[in-house]
């Protein structure tokens, strides 16, 4: 019922009565006063004025399952929320969650990881309240090879969710890193579980690690990291954030279904692309090289043309591509 | 101490003194007395006669970690074995311990399986002291685009194994179950846990499972399954079979290691084959043909000569092949 409350408060043009609340929710006048008042301690600023109602002047910057589902519009993607204080890792928690069933869309946030990893196990810095440790579980039907495709989808809807949010203009690191001012602001890392005999998917887990309001990292990785808050100077309210990656998420995932390839992103996605025309180096393992970077093909690859003219498909897992001078 | 004694009182030939039990544990008497006490227990027949020591008479067909591990004559594969007396199925441990860190060979054994599944769900029939229910754990550095090649290994390394300890001839339904007089006896069920953006295998569960001393089946799998007891006539040591499993999988394995595909173990499978130079149905999702199976390829798939002479390589995930006029 908090949810409920709760989003026709934040839907609401200023107050609602008691009374509606009470007859939307089939529930006493005793119960929504119990709910106000929970929602209060949580830190919800709630004016309560006889004969209007309530009116929600401010929320806090909280995560929990009310203050998520409250500011949700997805048809799927999270119709499931389950949240953490505090928990080792989001996709940990997501693929023990899958393994015992849990439903396609089911969303696991918590409010701070002890053991979050990235690409090749950095670990993600973590600090209470000021970032996002998000997954999500999807249970597709194309085939695994297909897959791959899901993280550069992941990348290109969490680009258009903070620059919807926060008026950023952020980039993407092929594959899959989002970038502002060269420095990177979130980290995705996506993880499948399949049958080999099916050559069918059992699930993917998206993992979404935005920093948002931290105010600084350590000096090992200040010159790479950097959050929303340090690049907009504003603090940016976290719930409201995850409830836009998941609307853009849902809508690019239903337009790669259509065509089970990039072809519907792929404009939008290199139009962000950090190394658009610029040299790149390729740690390929068979031998490193140099080349331009002709932007990402409707299969996920990223177009490289070498120095003799050469024309070169790179397929994310293989191999690592750095700016010719520096990490972007 | 358990696995210790056992081991020792299998590999004598005659009696081992109660001496030399104590001198190579480093225990005392009265130590050694009581796990012989313990054991005798649990159903195994040990004569102890004096001044000559104790001698292992007759085994039970139980299934313990000290039974399993006593019989076991690998190097890595089974180091570590984790028994349940049931559990819902070996995969879903497996798959629970993969992700809590259980190293490269971890065992999982249950006496009995209470949701075991089959490919395309199918149930597969459990009886407590009948079955193997049998799931090891591979991390393997090879890419996963090999990784679908371990079931055709396995289904290789089981067949041979029950050959050893049985006498019986097994054939192989490509691509991985096991067949004794047209009925299936084994079937196997391989998963895979991966990282998408690096494009490397966390985890693949190989699970077995054996109709081994079972007495009948439902009527309505009568006539397509089989125990090796039914076809044998001979009840079969369980933990001795899953040991020789283990051998003859730790040697495909290693051999498959060398060449990253089937080569060395190809002459041995096709000659094992079901359905060699015969004709089969081809149950392709874009439309079922008949053709005759000319045996598998390095690469694990099924070399199906159409009846206007093409060539067709079929892989495992995506068809399924059928005998013209039956399930083989």
């Not at 799927?76 to 890792?89: A, I, Q, R």
């Not at 340090?230 to 998941?246: D, F, K, N, P, T």
């Amino acid at each position: 019922m908090k949810t409920e409350i709760l989003t026709m408060l934040r839907q609401a043009d200023g107050y609602v009565s008691g009374q509606e609340l009470c007859d939307r929710l089939g529930v006493s006048r005793t119960a929504v006063w119990k709910v106000i008042g929970a929602l209060k301690e949580e830190g919800y600023e709630i004016d309560s004025a006889s004969r209007r109602g309530y009116r929600l002047k401010e929320s806090p910057d909280i995560l929990s399952e009310s203050e998520i589902e409250s500011r949700m519009h997805t048809k799927w993607l999270g119709g499931k929320v389950v949240y953490f204080g505090e928990t080792d890792s989001t996709n940990t928690q997501a693929k023990r969650l899958a393994e015992e069933g849990a439903q396609h869309g089911t969303l696991v946030v918590a409010d701070m990881q002890t053991a979050g990893k990235g690409r090749r196990g950095r670990s993600w810095q973590q600090r209470p309240g000021e970032t996002i440790s998000m997954t999500f579980i999807l249970k597709p039907e194309f085939a695994p090879d297909k897959a791959s495709m899901i993280t550069l989808l992941a990348a290109h809807s969490v680009a258009v969710a903070i620059e919807k949010v926060t008026g950023l203009s952020v980039q993407i690191k092929w594959p899959n890193d989002i970038v502002i001012h060269k420095k990177k602001a979130v980290g995705i890392l996506t993880e499948m579980s399949l049958s080999l005999e099916q050559d069918s998917i059992h699930y993917v887990v998206v993992g979404i690690g935005v920093n948002v309001n931290s105010t600084a990292f350590p000096d090992e990785i200040a010159s790479m990291a950097t959050s929303l808050f340090m690049e907009s100077g504003r603090r940016v309210c976290r719930s409201g954030l995850i409830a836009e990656i998941l609307a853009c998420f849902e809508a690019d995932y239903e337009a790669f279904l259509q065509t089970e390839d990039l072809t519907r992103i792929l404009g939008d996605y290199n139009a962000r692309l950090a190394s658009l025309d610029t040299q790149v180096r390729v740690l390929d393992p068979k031998g490193e090289y140099t080349g331009v970077s002709r932007g990402m093909n409707e299969r996920g690859e990223l177009i490289v043309e070498k120095e003799d003219g050469a024309i070169v498909n790179v397929y994310a897992g293989e191999v690592s591509v750095r700016g010719l001078y520096s990490y972007v």
